[in-house]
């Protein structure tokens, strides 16, 4: 049963209603909340749940069962206010190209989908340049204070993560395959994340050690469901989302902060 809404917003629907744009495949509205107004398109569906999300260029959309009622829809658009806000913000930054990195001391890094400062020293003694994680922060050891040697240090660091990431993903997802993995290799690709050759070699970019656990957790499962169906078919996509219902938030984290995922 769909949750009501408060009094308050009853106004705000009357004026929603009389700016529904009926079409083809859904409605389009605008609502005003919070002193910002924004646009936003229903789609009824043959489906059970209803999905937000902000698509590539910057679009609210909702997916809704048929017969959702609207004050249900507008009061969960309220209530992602805040995370749509921030998306949108995330696009615009992203329309400006990949992001430009300073080596500096505090400059912010992602790791496991969240921002770290760096903490950088120096160190001759070392034999070779480093990165560790500890107490929140990426601490880099380098012989001498270049850039070119910061940066050196901090891709070390993530090709070494993405390894460890992607085989603790693969155990923790083997058991919905009949085989295994023969090697696991990570590159630097500016094309994929990942790719599943016809030896059964899976190769990842070294960059996903940036994203979140579960979005390294799709990417792997992307590719070994490639080792059962080898193009993007229908029972491909279907095997996927039985093994990870919530995928396509995945892949949107990817489309929306790939361009932050930089050294």
Known sequence: MYGGVRGARIITLFSLYSICKNTMLGDEMVHTYLGETINFHITYKKKKSVRLFVDSYGNVEIQAPKGTPVEYLVQLLEEKWGWIQTTRKEMQERAHGPQEKDYDQGEGFLYLGNTYPIQISQDASIEQDNAVFKGDKLHIYVKELKDEKIQQALKRFYYKQCKSLVEKSIKAHQSNFKTKPRSIRITDSSRTWGTCDSNLQLTFNWKLAMA?????????????????????????????????????????????????MTV
């Open 212 to 260: 979140p656990q579960r979005v390294i957790d799709y990417v792997v499962v992307h590719e070994m469901c490639h080792r059962v169906h080898l193009n993007h078919d229908r029972s491909f996509w279907r095997l996927v989302g039985k093994i990870m219902p919530d995928y396509k938030e995945m892949e949107n984290w990817l489309a929306l902060s790939s361009w932050k």
